[in-house]
Every structure is written in structure tokens, then in C-alpha cells.
Antibody
Framework: EVQLVESGGGLVKPGGSLRLSCAAS????????MNWVRQPPGKGLEWVSS????????YFADSVKGRFTISRDNAKNSLHLQMNSLRAEDTAVYYC??????????????WGQGTMVTVSS | EIVMTQSPATLSVSPGERATLSCRAS??????LAWYQQKPGQPPRLLIY???TRATGIPARFSGTGSGTEFTLTISSLQSEDFAVYYC???????????FGQGTKLEIK
């Protein structure tokens, strides 16, 4: 079964750090770009970051640039998001998502169940 | 930055009827447009990519049209399981980034 499972969420104080992980299974992880998407409570979706299959290309949303880093370990089929200098507005469910790419287009075809990050004093 | 605007914010439709959801881009995104469905407590589910290609396992009652700046998701005959929030999403080739619309809540009339 194709699956993504996030972990590492929790409660952190403003200015603190947290590292999220995403364990992939059921597909050839090292052939897909991967992404993080977040969703504040009761609100819409926001793309956060992407990383190409071999980590060559990495991109961030402006809202997290300079504070978050993304990485992957293809030997362990895992994706990570290191979040530093956290703010209240970073409070959200964080999803990892697989990027599907074809001649017809790109999209996020597999999503994890998400992990909640709460930034509060 | 490309802004995606969905309308309406809430759509009330009776089961069995047709639902039409709109998504507008602030500048052309060609056919780089996807649609997702999200139910409470669940992650989004990919419905349509490339503006009109159904994802694996998506019923034929879901269809996507449009290109450039105007896009439409149509659900031809609403089933009870279709009531959810729907998001459109565009992607830029450069700089590579994805932008979601704010969502349309499809509710039972």
C-alpha cells in the first residue's frame, strides 16, 4: 500500500524549533519529488516547500524562507522539515505529499494524514 | 505571485443535481491546474490534474475544464459523499511553487 506517515508535531513556544518527519512506503521513494503543505485550523491549504528526487532542487514559500529547511534520506525513505524561529502563524496541520508528474501535468497525488504543530507560549 | 480565487465560497446543491465550481488565476497558468477534495479530518484527495485529467480512481461524474485563467470543476450528479471542500491549485514552472485557492464548500441543500 502506498503510504505517507508524518510525525514530530507538537506544542512549541514562539522562537522555538521543531523537526517533522515523513515516512514513505509502498512506492519507489527516490524517484519522486516531495512536498510539505500546511493547513491552519479551520483555514485553507498553503504549500510550504518542495524537494526534488535527488535533493538537487529545493524551494520554499516566501512565508517560511530562511526559517525552514527541507531534506530527505532516500536510503531510509524519509522526508524531513526542520522548522526554526517558529511563529504563532506557523500553527497548522503539516502534510507531506508526493508530487506526481506526467505529460498532462503535475499535482500532489498521495498525502499523509498530517501532524499538528502548535506554536504558543 | 499568482493568486487563485475560487467562487462561490459556499455552494448549496441538492443530491442528484449538478455542481459547478469556479477557479480564476490572476495571470495565465496555462493548464497547470489541479483540483482537490477535502473532507473534515482528512487530507486532501487529488481529483483532477492538468486542468482536465481525472486522477486514478476518480469517478467520471467529476470533470475539469479550462485553461489560462478560468477553470471549472463540474460534478454531474451529486452523491452524498461529494459534499466537502474543494480546492484548486496552480503550479509555476519558474519559480517553482504551488498556490491554492481559498476553497469552495459544497453543502447539501
Amino acid at each position: 500500500e502506498v503510504q505517507l506517515v508524518e510525525s514530530g508535531g507538537g506544542l512549541v513556544k514562539p522562537g522555538g524549533s521543531l523537526r517533522l518527519s515523513c515516512a514513505a512506503s509502498g512506492f519507489t521513494f527516490n524517484t519522486y519529488s516531495m512536498n510539505w503543505v500546511r493547513q491552519p485550523p479551520g483555514k485553507g491549504l498553503e504549500w510550504v516547500s518542495s524537494i526534488s528526487s535527488s535533493s538537487t532542487y529545493i524551494y520554499f514559500a516566501d512565508s517560511v524562507k530562511g526559517r525552514f529547511t527541507i531534506s530527505r534520506d532516500n536510503a531510509k525513505n524519509s522526508l524531513h522539515l526542520q522548522m526554526n524561529s517558529l511563529r504563532a502563524e506557523d500553527t497548522a496541520v503539516y502534510y507531506c505529499a508526493r508530487e506526481y508528474s506526467s505529460s498532462s501535468g503535475k499535482a500532489f497525488d498521495i498525502w499523509g494524514q498530517g501532524t499538528m504543530v502548535t506554536v504558543s507560549s | 505571485e499568482i493568486v487563485m480565487t475560487q467562487s462561490p465560497a459556499t455552494l448549496s446543491v441538492s443530491p442528484g443535481e449538478r455542481a459547478t465550481l469556479s477557479c480564476r488565476a490572476s495571470q495565465s497558468v496555462n493548464s497547470n491546474l489541479a483540483w482537490y477534495q477535502q473532507k473534515p479530518g482528512q487530507p486532501p484527495r487529488l481529483l483532477i490534474y492538468g486542468a482536465s485529467t481525472r486522477a486514478t480512481g476518480i469517478p467520471a461524474r467529476f470533470s475539469g475544464t479550462g485553461s489560462g485563467t478560468e477553470f471549472t470543476l463540474t460534478i454531474s450528479s451529486l452523491q452524498s459523499e461529494d459534499f466537502a471542500v474543494y480546492y484548486c491549485q496552480q503550479y509555476n514552472n519558474w519559480p517553482p511553487m504551488y498556490t491554492f485557492g481559498q476553497g469552495t464548500k459544497l453543502e447539501i441543500k
